[in-house]
């Protein structure tokens, strides 16, 4: 099973993007999805997760009412909607997966699997 994740690029500030993450494996239901950024000399931190048992989506406090993540089980994707993009938003950005829901769900250690980074740059 693996995770690829697509949409990074630059954006101006006030900008938006959408990054995509695709299942591999069709088989695979994880009920926790997230996505998680890394600044350069910074320590990767929660952005967003979606829980597919509880319908209910969690963001970090940065991003709220900017950022949206959403999810297609019928094609094993995830999204993640970023709307007004400010420069402090540029980093790395991963999927990553859990099988089963955990209420730590912003801490990247629970995570089983990990897609490749896609590099998001605001920058005027």
């Known amino acids: 099973v693996q995770l690829q994740a697509s949409g990074g690029g630059l954006v101006q500030p006030g900008g938006s993007l959408r990054l995509a993450c695709a299942v591999s494996e069709g088989t695979f239901s994880g009920d926790a999805m997230a996505w998680f950024r890394q600044a350069p000399g910074k320590e990767r931190e929660f952005v967003a997760a979606r829980s597919k048992s509880r319908n209910r989506a969690y963001y970090a406090d940065s991003v709220k009412g900017r950022f949206t993540i959403s999810r297609d089980n019928a094609k094993n994707m995830v999204y993640l909607q970023m709307n007004s993009l400010k420069p402090e938003d540029t980093a790395e950005y991963y999927c990553?997966?859990?099988?089963?829901?955990?209420?730590?769900?912003?801490?990247?250690?629970?995570?089983?699997?990990w897609g490749q980074g896609a590099q998001v740059t605001v920058s005027s």
């Open positions: 990553a997966a859990r099988l089963i829901w955990t209420v730590q769900y912003y801490n990247p250690i629970h995570y089983e699997l």
